[in-house]
C-alpha cells in the first residue's frame, strides 16, 4: 500500500506559478514511475506529465514548455512546476504511482482567474 499527499494549490491569475508537491510512504519510491493527472468538471481525468525511475520524461502537448515534472528520491516526493498558467489549467490535479498496483492521491485545486 502506497499512501500519496498533495500540496501546493491554490488560486492564481493567469500568467502565474504554482508547484505542487506529492509526498509518497514507504521505501520504495525510487522504483515507482509517477505521474500527474487533472480533473476539471464536467470533463475527464487526464494525463499531465509522468516521470520514470530513471527520470525519463514526457508531458501532454497542452501543457509542454510550461509544466515541469520532477523528483526527489530522497524526500519521496514528486513535483509539478506549473508556470504561465492559463484559466483552463483549473482543475483537481492528483497524483499516481505506479507500484505494482496503481496509487492515488486526494487530489489538489488548482484555480486560475482570469
Known amino acids: 500500500q502506497v499512501q500519496l499527499v498533495e500540496s501546493g494549490g491554490g488560486l492564481v491569475q493567469a500568467g502565474g506559478s504554482l508547484r505542487l508537491s506529492c509526498a509518497a510512504s514507504g521505501s520504495l519510491f525510487k522504483f515507482y514511475t509517477m505521474a500527474w493527472y487533472r480533473q476539471a468538471p464536467g470533463k475527464q481525468r487526464e494525463l499531465v506529465a509522468v516521470?520514470?525511475?530513471?527520470?525519463?520524461?514526457n508531458y501532454a502537448n497542452s501543457v509542454k514548455g510550461r509544466f515541469t515534472i520532477s523528483r526527489d528520491n530522497a524526500k519521496n516526493t514528486v513535483y509539478l512546476q506549473m508556470n504561465s498558467l492559463k484559466p483552463e489549467d483549473t482543475a483537481v490535479y492528483y497524483c499516481?504511482?505506479?507500484?505494482?498496483?496503481?496509487?492515488w492521491g486526494q487530489g489538489t485545486q488548482v484555480t486560475v482567474s482570469s
Open positions: 516521470i520514470t525511475p530513471g527520470g525519463n520524461t
Open positions: 499516481k504511482a505506479q507500484a505494482g498496483a496503481d496509487y
